[in-house]
């Protein structure tokens, strides 16, 4: 697989390694995984004592994120959440920190943002939700401020935040994927923020972004493919991914050696890549650091057909591309992601649970 641009080089790359296969790095890592054990356990007592101060939004909030850093599919998990919570009968909105914003202050996210201004997945959010969204660094300022604009919003998701304790929550949504609980060891001996069994004040449901179960903590399993693939200006005037596209790319390969490239610049681009192989496929992939601005384009000068996220769509405009490299086709393969009914079905009973006592928001 291609590591075109990679961001984790040198010693960053070494530990990443280190985590699967173990051995003297990792263990040297270990006292400094548990230094990282004892400061989050004592920045949760703070908090349950009342000397780090955190405060109510004027709606509930749920919040989804998970415990292993890179992309486990909490923007997907939220997209998802949002739909059926609409589908509910409530007006939800969106808040984010806004990963690479240039600006911390909370804001909306508008349909004339740009992802250098609020972040490529609030921008992917606010085109796929059809909800206000609204980014800044303290999401407890970005949820009023976005309740105090959307008066109608009944209801906040909190894309990202499970560590953010400043925001209380009236649920969780905790999110994993193929990876588990990695090692089991904290930053920087191992992949996990928090324990996986860290407590919660407040209902706790676990979604798998897998097949199955990945951790030993209960859970139900989402469901995702690929919805077929979109022209890049398509994508952008709203057409809807097809499956005849897939086909076509498909038969022009079975009769010949056309080279189709996919990049991606997500925290699993491997999953990306798998899901296209799927679709029966050939790529040569490009992966990409998670967040990538692609400020300069990543595929070769003579590729002519390209495959990409929606979450590197957002940065990339059918005027640059004519611009840039006349000639090149570049495709969107947008994600279907469902949650399964008895998910969904025990979150809205527990939001109902909590309307019925206000006082425990």
């Known amino acids: 697989m291609s590591d075109a641009r990679s961001g984790t080089t040198g010693l960053t790359a070494r530990i990443e390694r280190s985590w699967q296969a173990g051995g003297p790095l990792q263990w040297a890592l270990r006292p400094l995984g548990l230094l990282h054990l004892g400061l989050v356990t004592w920045r949760r007592a703070l908090y349950r004592a009342g000397l780090l101060s955190s405060a109510t939004a004027p709606v509930p909030v749920i919040v989804v994120g998970n415990r292993l850093v890179g992309g486990a599919g909490k923007t997907p998990t939220t997209l998802a959440l949002v739909d059926a919570l609409r589908q509910a009968g409530h007006r939800p909105g969106i ?13 909306a996210v508008l349909a004339t943002s740009t992802a250098r201004e609020v972040g490529d997945e609030p921008l992917l959010m606010q085109r796929r939700a059809g909800v206000p969204v609204w980014v800044g660094h303290d999401r407890l300022a970005v949820a009023r401020a976005l309740c105090a604009a959307h008066p109608e919003v009944d209801l906040l998701v909190c894309d990202d935040g499970l560590q953010h304790l400043r925001l209380r929550r009236t649920l969780e949504v905790v999110v994993f994927d193929e990876r588990g609980a990695g090692n089991g060891w904290l930053l920087p001996a191992g992949p996990l923020r928090e324990p996986i069994t860290t407590a919660s004040d407040v209902p706790q449901h676990v979604l798998y972004n897998a097949t199955r179960p990945s951790t030993p903590l209960a859970g139900a399993c989402a469901r995702r493919s690929l919805a077929g693939l979109v022209a ?4 952008w005037s709203g057409q809807a991914a097809r499956a005849d596209a897939v086909d076509a790319l498909r038969q022009a390969q079975s009769h010949g050696s056309q080279v189709l490239h996919a990049s991606a610049g997500i925290g699993q681009p ?10 029966g ?3 040569e ?5 998670d967040h990538d601005d692609h400020a300069t384009l990543p595929w070769p000068a003579d590729a002519r057909d ?9 940065k990339l405009t059918p005027e640059r591309l004519r611009r840039e490299r006349p000639g090149l086709q570049v495709w969107v393969a947008p994600l279907r992601f469902e949650l399964p009914t008895e998910f969904t079905d025990a979150v809205l009973a527990d939001l109902r649970r909590a309307a019925a006592q206000p006082t425990s928001r």
């Open 95 to 107: 808040v984010s920190r806004g990963h690479g914003a240039e600006r911390r202050d909370p804001r």
């Open 232 to 235: 890049l200006d398509g994508w």
């Open 270 to 279: 491997e999953r990306f890549f798998a899901g296209l192989r799927a679709l």
């Open 281 to 283: 496929l050939r790529i």
């Open 285 to 289: 992939p490009v992966a990409l650091p």
């Open 306 to 314: 390209v495959i990409v996220t929606e979450k590197d769509a957002v």
